[in-house]
């Protein structure tokens, strides 16, 4: 008699989803606010938004991908500091590598900036399909997630607001 199915469906799971898992959150102990630390003086104090950066990130329920876009802005200060766009994006890819759920990805990005920036304004919003909702559980793949986290004048001023939803929605 040949080996149980499903003890041989098994083999080696356990090793390989160990070793897959960890090659998905290398980098955890990476301090993602780091990538803040350069910053330049561009004497800009208009917004800056970068849309559509690819992300990738790990349900914390269910291990599975949630994957889409964020699209992150922020309003410098008086003294127009500003911080490389391509920082923007590794902001979301670090605090993308925890196992997360979607709201907390949004707001962490956007308290970064606030810290380390001090912006006058900041607009993040992420829109992403859930793994978890499309291959397993009620089965709707397709189904988008639309999150945002607005912080300092974005928060306040409904017009700053409505500018900046305008050129998400716009691109
Ligand atoms: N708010 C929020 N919920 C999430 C996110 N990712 C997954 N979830 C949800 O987390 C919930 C976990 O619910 P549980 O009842 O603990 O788990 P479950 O029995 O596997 O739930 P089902 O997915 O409905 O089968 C589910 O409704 C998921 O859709 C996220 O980023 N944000």
Redesign the pocket.
């Known amino acids: 008699m040949g080996e149980d199915p499903i003890r041989e469906g098994l083999r080696d799971t356990p090793a390989r989803v160990a070793r897959a898992y960890q090659e998905l959150f290398a980098g955890l102990y990476i301090d993602p606010d780091s990538v803040l630390d350069k910053t330049f003086d561009e004497s800009h104090e208009e917004l800056v938004l970068v849309t559509d950066i690819p992300m990738y990130s790990t ?4 291990l599975l991908p ?1 994957h889409g876009v964020a699209h992150v802005g922020y309003i410098p200060n008086a003294e127009g500091q500003v911080t490389g766009l391509s920082k923007l994006a590794r902001l979301v890819d670090l605090y993308a590598r925890r196992p ?6 949004t707001s962490q990005v956007a308290d970064a900036l606030v810290r380390k920036l001090n912006p006058r304004g900041v607009i993040v919003v992420m829109q ?1 399909e ?1 793994l ?2 499309g291959m ?3 089965k709707k793949a397709g189904a988008l ?1 639309t ?1 945002s986290a607005v912080r300092g004048l974005m928060r306040d001023s409904a017009s700053t607001r409505a500018e900046a939803i305008e050129l998400i929605k716009a691109r």
């Open positions: 349900c914390e329920h269910h949630f997360q759920v979607q709201e907390r990805l992403a859930h978890c909702m397993r559980g009620i997630t999150t």
